[in-house]
């Protein structure tokens, strides 16, 4: 089950900050954060494994709670450099255990930082 | 060089036609993966593998078909292309690390089916 982003979009200023939430319905593993600007491949922000774990990147940070299924990346003092699209992906373990994982994307949330 | 590198990168067919997109990595980890990203949609795991033996269904598979014919090389093929497959198609490769995982993405192929 893919997991659910929102908001879809978002358009901030130059030093504003941001909240983009990803949930999933299904008992989630780890969190996994990636940014992709226009016109490239996306590349790995961070990933959160433990419950109420937070990670920072930069100025981007990110929190996960395994109980409500949710994580949630923040974007403080936003940077031009910061508008892209973020996706979230959940990883989900395999029934009976094993280590084959897989990842699943959401649909991505757009960020634009204008001057 | 690029550790993850796709080729072509960008291809124009036809209806009908059967093409091969390639994925080459030099990061020396064994699985690899195949997405489709359409504008909304986000990145739709089209098929990946685990190792060189072990090739599994993404969620849009059909359609599609993958060869892996070497740790570093794992191919997607569409036997006969059609329009709603035009899209951006990337590859990725990761390490198994218990749940860690870091997905590498390849530039990408654009490809457009007329």
């Known amino acids: 089950q893919q997991p659910v982003q929102s908001p879809q979009a978002v358009i901030l200023r130059e030093g504003e900050d941001a909240v983009i939430n990803c949930s999933s319905s299904?008992?989630?593993?780890?969190v996994h954060w990636y940014r992709q600007k226009h016109g490239e491949a996306p590349v790995f922000l961070m990933i959160?494994?433990?419950?109420?774990e937070q990670k920072g990147h930069e100025k981007i940070s990110a929190s996960f709670n395994e109980k409500k299924q949710q994580s949630s990346l923040y974007l403080t003092a936003s940077q031009l450099s910061y508008s892209g699209t973020y996706f979230c992906g959940s990883l989900t373990r395999p029934r009976g255990g094993g280590s084959n994982y897989k990842l699943t994307f959401g649909k991505g949330t757009l960020l634009t930082v204008n001057p | 060089d690029a550790d993850v590198t796709q080729t072509p990168r960008n291809r124009i067919t036809k209806t009908g036609k059967r093409i091969m997109l390639e994925c080459s990595q030099t990061?020396?980890?064994?699985?690899m993966y195949w997405y489709r990203q359409d504008p909304g949609l986000g990145l739709q795991l089209i098929y990946y593998s685990f190792d060189v033996k072990d090739i599994n269904k993404g969620e849009i598979s059909d359609g599609y078909s993958v060869s892996r014919q070497a740790q570093a090389k794992f191919s997607l093929s569409l036997e006969s292309a059609i329009p709603n497959q035009t899209a951006l198609y990337f590859c990725?490769?990761?390490?198994?690390?218990?749940?860690?995982?870091?997905?590498?993405f390849g530039p990408g192929t654009r490809l457009l089916v007329l």
């Open positions: 299904k008992a989630l593993y780890s």
């Open positions: 990725a490769t990761s390490e198994n690390s218990g749940g860690w995982e870091t997905q590498y």
């Open positions: 959160l494994l433990k419950g109420g």
């Open positions: 990061k020396g980890h064994d699985r």
